[in-house]
């Protein structure tokens, strides 16, 4: 037990060393991880590094679903919720027909249960690849609004496909009928428990004596309770997080106190780091075994099928994805659509942007070894080959060149009409504007009287000064402004070497301190946050 933790450690510094390469490179970590995980998989030195397939959804899926949508922008889901619930649910089931009947075709002794399997596997695109790289180019904030969306939603129907078509491998039988009703209330039943659960949660941060490492440690646990609880009733673990996240995210700022949501986005991101981390470097570690344990299936044989049906899964959703604008013009004339233009440069990017990972590995990897007679589970081995080589055809095909090809088409944001430095400047402005009413209005005899407050009031009007001058201005060279906020800098780096030197001193507590060096952190991050806004 010992040996397998330092073993987990060590990958853990591997995992931070090939972010670092990957950082230094300008390539999105993904590719890289998957990558460095293959070259390890030709030593011995993490052979012992495995995950039990029943472990793998419950472990990994429950935190990173729920921070997808703690993360996710309610106001531009709801905006583009055609879209992306179009792409969530028929385009998954029809990618995952298509899939089907390729590799029933295509694999001799194939069944068409096993290739809606596969299909279902394979048909989520992951959207921490896309907009890993996406944010390092410029393009439209619609379109990284909907393919997290579009990531959260695939991810629930991909796995109710892979659900049902398990279930008739095992069982041998499938009644389409009770199949498409089933279908309804695993998604229906999976939304409201994990609603449910949310709502429980939501009393316990709200009407209960907690504390902000009480609160951290509840955010951690909520997402396998909302998974635990639906997947045992049958229901839809992935939704029940899904729409638990989106809730709790809505209410976050009345549930939580401003030290829980400060600290609580810092563990997260080291959390959702970690664990995305160890599956995309476990995309490629087990693939000696699975290699070995082929059967029949010569490896090149293998490699060829995986390489076809990543040929298919490329092109089904380019199709899907072009498809949907002349679709929507059509659908205008009837309707009312957010955005009615044909277009083709958005939908090329949105199809090309679909590379499989976290997800697509996870519901291999959960394949049970036998079925239910004790037999050996059917193309298990293969199909997990055919994953790894989707997954590693498509991160690394289509995610270095998505850069190239969003640099050639040279997108135009139309989404706001105002650009993002102004919207910087409208907010701070609107701020300042809605403080100085409030102390005019409640405070006004006490700003005469009281000097402190008059300089507070001094100081949030020189600000607005500044935030009201033309946006040349602002943003000139020598701004008095930029001026003023570069000294401040220099000023917190010498508080905080006053602060460290009276550490030293035995007469000041430590815990003080600390205290005061974390207040000249947060103070520092506000100015560099007005100087990013100017």
């Not at 959390?271 to 470097?281: K, P, Q």
């Not at 969003?406 to 650009?419: A, Q, V």
């Amino acid at each position: 037990m010992q040996n397998i933790f330092i073993e987990y450690v060590y990958l853990v510094l591997i995992i931070v060393a090939l972010v670092m390469i990957a950082n230094k490179l300008r390539i999105a970590y993904p590719i890289v991880l998957v990558l460095g995980g293959l070259a390890l998989s030709f030593t011995s030195v993490f052979s012992h590094v495995t995950i039990d397939p029943d472990l793998v959804f419950f472990i990994f899926l429950p935190p990173l679903l729920f921070e997808a949508a703690w993360q996710v922008s309610w106001k531009e889901f709801w905006r583009w919720r055609r879209v992306i619930a179009s792409f969530a649910f028929p385009i998954v089931i029809l990618t995952s027909c298509v899939i089907a009947f390729v590799s029933y075709q295509l694999i001799p002794g194939f069944t068409l249960a096993l290739g809606f399997l596969l299909g279902g596997i394979v048909s989520p695109p992951d959207a921490i690849s896309a907009t890993t790289i996406m944010r390092q180019v410029k393009v439209p904030k619609r379109l990284l609004s909907i393919i997290e969306g579009e990531s959260l939603l695939n991810d629930a129907s991909s796995l109710i496909v892979f659900r049902f078509a398990l279930a008739a491998v095992v069982t041998g039988q499938f009644n389409f009928q009770q199949a498409a009703g089933n279908f309804f209330v695993v998604i229906v039943m999976g939304v409201i428990t994990g609603l449910l659960v949310g709502l429980i949660f939501y009393a316990i941060y709200r009407w209960l004596p907690t504390s902000t490492s009480i609160e951290i440690v509840l955010t951690l646990v909520t997402p396998y309770c909302m998974y635990y609880f639906a997947e045992h009733f049958h229901f839809s673990g992935v939704l029940a997080v899904v729409s638990g996240g989106l809730f709790l995210s809505r209410k976050r700022q009345v549930m939580l106190t401003y030290q829980s949501r400060i600290q609580s986005v810092n563990v997260w991101a080291v959390l959702g780091f970690v664990l995305n981390g160890l599956v995309f470097i476990l995309i490629g570690l087990p693939l000696p075994t699975i290699t070995g344990q082929l059967g029949d299936v010569s490896l090149n044989t293998a490699i060829w099928y995986g390489l076809a049906i990543s040929l298919v899964l490329i092109l089904t959703r380019l199709f899907c994805a072009l498809s949907a604008s002349p679709i929507s013009w059509l659908m205008s004339h009837f309707i009312k659509v957010e955005d009615p233009r044909l277009q083709w440069k958005m939908p090329l990017i949105f199809g090309w942007a679909g590379m499989r990972g976290v997800v697509s590995l996870a519901a291999a990897l959960s394949i049970p070894l036998v079925l239910g007679e004790g037999q050996a589970f059917p193309y298990r081995n293969l199909i997990i080959f055919i994953t790894f080589i989707v997954i590693l055809v498509t991160l690394v095909l289509q995610g270095l060149t998505l850069p190239w090809l969003i640099r050639k088409l040279n997108l135009e944001d139309t989404d706001s009409p105002i650009p993002e430095h102004e919207q910087k400047i409208l907010i701070q402005k609107k701020i300042l504007e809605s403080s100085l009413q409030f102390i005019e209005e409640k405070y006004h005899t006490d700003l005469e009287a009281n000097e402190h407050l008059k300089s507070f009031y001094a100081s949030l009007k020189a600000d607005l000064n500044f935030y009201s001058q033309g946006t040349e201005d602002i943003y000139r060279e020598n701004n008095p402004f930029k001026n003023h906020q570069a000294v401040n800098l220099e000023l917190l780096e010498h508080q905080r070497r006053l602060v460290d030197e009276m550490n030293r001193k035995g007469e000041f507590d430590e815990e003080l301190i600390r205290k005061y060096l974390s207040l000249i952190d947060l103070e520092e991050f506000k100015v560099r946050e007005k100087l990013s806004g100017a």
